[in-house]
């Protein structure tokens, strides 16, 4: 089974990037029908989280949380779609999707930190920006998008420091203290006069500055000129997306 897979893998990548397409293409199109949608990709996500762990069982290097990326992109991505205002930018979007859900598939279990690395920002940002539109357009009076901040973050920041060279009781600590860190920044840009995708890009921003700071930290390649670089490079950004977005008072 396990060397069919391997001489298949290829085919069977390029199979579930097109069965996204496709899923989402015909009951999202011209309007959502959720009550189809919604179980179709739930049992799409099950199907594929099920190839993926048959891919990656016998690989010793990896724990079962490397699973957790895939499912967590496919989530954040899923959610993006719904997003996009036109049927051009969708149909683009859709293109793009074939791209990486076969690069994801077709690299799944294989070490690599740049892969990792663009998977993790490519999650986190589909994600928070789901978020954000989520509470924006579906507001709750609870906690319940604070829950799925946690959840989501400390997640993926976990699953993201699977291969680091440290103890799992000190992946779960940096991953416990960076999730709750962005679960308080979800809370506090919240009340921010700000469109939600302005929100987004900030957590997101805040994200990268301080995943890439305990990342390199945890692999003791943490040096004084990589903080100053990251925190340059997020006030940067901060600035310009504050400069650029409308501010507007909240009714």
Same mark, same amino acid.
């Given at each position: ?161 699977? @291969?680091?060279? %440290? +103890?799992? =009781?000190? &992946?779960?600590?940096?991953? #416990?203290? $960076? /999730?709750?860190?962005? *679960? ?33 930290? @945890?692999?003791? %390649? +943490?040096? =004084?000129? &990589?903080?100053?670089?990251? #925190?340059? $490079? /997020?006030?940067?950004? *901060? ?13």
């Amino acid at each position: 089974m396990q060397s069919i897979i391997e001489k298949y893998h290829y085919l069977i990548s390029g199979i579930i990037a097109v069965l996204f397409v496709v899923i989402v293409q015909f009951f999202a199109t011209p309007l959502p029908v959720f009550r189809f949608l919604l179980p179709a990709f739930g049992l799409y996500l099950i199907c594929v989280t099920l190839y993926n762990y048959a891919v990656v069982r016998k690989d010793t290097a990896h724990s079962k949380l490397m699973l957790v990326r895939p499912v967590l992109f496919y989530l954040g991505w899923f959610g993006l779609f719904f997003i996009i205002p036109n049927t051009f930018w969708r149909g683009v979007f859709l293109l793009i999707s074939v791209v990486l859900i076969y690069s994801i598939e077709r690299t799944i279990g294989k070490p690599g930190e740049q892969l990792l690395f663009n998977e993790t920002l490519l999650t986190s940002f589909a994600g928070f920006m789901t978020l954000t539109a989520l509470s924006h357009y579906f507001p709750l009076h609870g906690t319940e998008y604070l829950a799925a901040v946690f959840i989501f973050s400390l997640a993926l920041i976990r699953a993201s420091y699977d @291969l680091m060279p %440290q +103890l799992p =009781r000190t &992946k779960w600590l940096y991953a #416990l203290v $960076l /999730a709750l860190l962005l *679960t308080q920044l979800f809370w506090v840009l919240s009340f921010l006069p700000l469109h939600y995708s302005a929100l987004a890009l900030l957590l997101f921003n805040i994200f990268t500055c301080v995943w890439t700071i305990t990342y390199n930290f @945890l692999y003791n %390649q +943490l040096t =004084r000129q &990589k903080v100053q670089f990251n #925190l340059i $490079l /997020a006030a940067a950004f *901060t600035l310009i997306i504050l400069s650029v977005t409308p501010w507007q008072i909240i009714q």
